[in-house]
């Protein structure tokens, strides 16, 4: 069992439609960060998070310490963020654990 | 300007071969990070520098040999490659102070094809 756990693996979605990915860790992090890598393979840091709620745009990042968990959200869905979305967990030493990565698509 | 570069970003070799994979960026950051990306799209670190010392080594085969020169740069060196050693390894860089977590910050990767 991976200390990351991300769900779903793949979602497909209609434009405009407001979308949910959910990250679930066993271990005590420092920040959890959430990163989204491009059809063309660049990976790029979306959010770094240790409490509360975090905005850009229409990218909203939540997560609740007590419960181990942590939410991306994208209001207003567009194809262009059709992406692998991945959670990682930092620790000690600056390390990441990461998840599994969450297949977008959005369909226009 | 390329915050975190690397090359190349194409790497195609036989078995049995070394081969090295450079890494720089220009960002002033004071770590360093080697990421490995396997067939299944899962990511998982491999080393980490911080000001040209090694503070993470998982376990990674040791014919794998990371060497930072300064705190710009950090290169993969791989002896011996084998057909599992294909996979797209991606740099990144950070500040890192005790405690303090930071953004990290991700080359294009460098994809390895070993036939």
């Known amino acids: 069992k991976n200390e990351v756990e991300q769900s779903p693996q793949n979602l497909t979605a209609q434009e405009g439609e407001f979308i949910t990915i959910n990250c679930s860790y066993s271990?005590?992090?420092?920040?959890l960060h959430w990163l989204q890598q491009h059809p063309g393979g660049g990976i790029v840091s979306l959010f770094m998070?240790?409490?509360g709620k975090k905005k850009h745009g229409r990218l909203i990042a939540t997560i609740n310490i007590q419960e181990k968990h942590s939410s991306l959200h994208i209001t207003a869905s567009h194809p262009r963020d059709s992406a692998v979305y991945i959670c990682?967990?930092?620790?000690?030493?600056?390390?990441?654990?990461f998840g599994e990565g969450t297949q977008l698509t959005v369909n226009p | 300007d390329t915050a975190v570069s690397q090359t190349p970003k194409y790497l195609v070799t036989q078995m049995g071969n070394d081969k090295s994979i450079k890494c720089e960026q220009n960002?002033?950051?004071?770590?360093m990070y080697w990421y490995k990306q396997d067939s299944k799209k899962f990511l998982k670190i491999m080393f980490s520098?911080?000001?040209?010392?090694?503070?993470i080594n998982e376990t990674v085969p040791n014919r794998f040999s990371p060497k930072s020169p300064d705190k710009a740069h950090l290169n993969l060196h791989i002896n011996s490659l084998e057909l599992g050693d294909s996979a797209v390894y991606f740099c990144a860089s950070s500040w890192s102070i005790a405690g303090v977590p930071y953004e990290q910050y991700f080359g294009p990767g460098t994809r390895l094809t070993v036939t």
């Open positions: 960002l002033g950051h004071d770590t």
């Open positions: 990682a967990g930092e620790t000690s030493g600056s390390r990441l654990t």
């Open positions: 998070l240790s409490s």
């Open positions: 271990v005590g992090i420092s920040a």
């Open positions: 520098y911080n000001n040209k010392e090694l503070i």
